[in-house]
């Protein structure tokens, strides 16, 4: 059985900062992809970033490249999101996600529940 456990979203202005934690389980999460995305009210689920955890590659959607910086720390099967420079457009409900591709939301294989992520 494998669960994803997010946390860390929360309320900040505009320029500021969080860190989203994605906590995995499961005994195959040094063979997967991690994915971070995002859905806004009224809009799509979008790729934000993601990362294979053998090997470390790492890949953003151009929205947020250059903001964003995607880890993990393979001790604690956990995956990290660190936002910088936050926008009022980065709001929105963030997802992790396992054991998928890339950043194409529908090859992913496990969901979290979603962390929300406000600014204004």
């Known amino acids: 059985h494998v669960q994803l456990v997010e946390s860390g979203g929360d309320s900040v202005q505009a320029g500021g900062s969080l860190r989203l934690s994605c906590a995995a389980s499961?005994?195959?999460?040094?063979?997967?992809?991690m994915g971070w995305f995002r859905q806004a009210p009224g809009k799509e689920r979008e790729a934000v970033a993601s990362?294979?955890?053998?090997?470390?590659?790492?890949y953003y959607s151009d929205s947020v490249k250059g903001r964003f910086t995607i880890s993990q720390d393979t001790a604690k099967n956990t995956v990290y999101l660190q936002m910088n420079s936050l926008k009022p457009e980065d709001t929105a409900m963030y997802y992790c996600?396992?054991?998928?591709?890339?950043?194409?939301?529908?090859?992913?294989?496990?969901w979290g529940q979603g962390t929300q992520v406000t600014v204004s």
């Open positions: 990362i294979y955890v053998l090997g470390g590659s790492a």
């Open positions: 499961g005994r195959n999460y040094v063979k997967w992809c």
């Open positions: 996600a396992a054991d998928g591709s890339g950043l194409a939301p529908r090859t992913y294989n496990y």
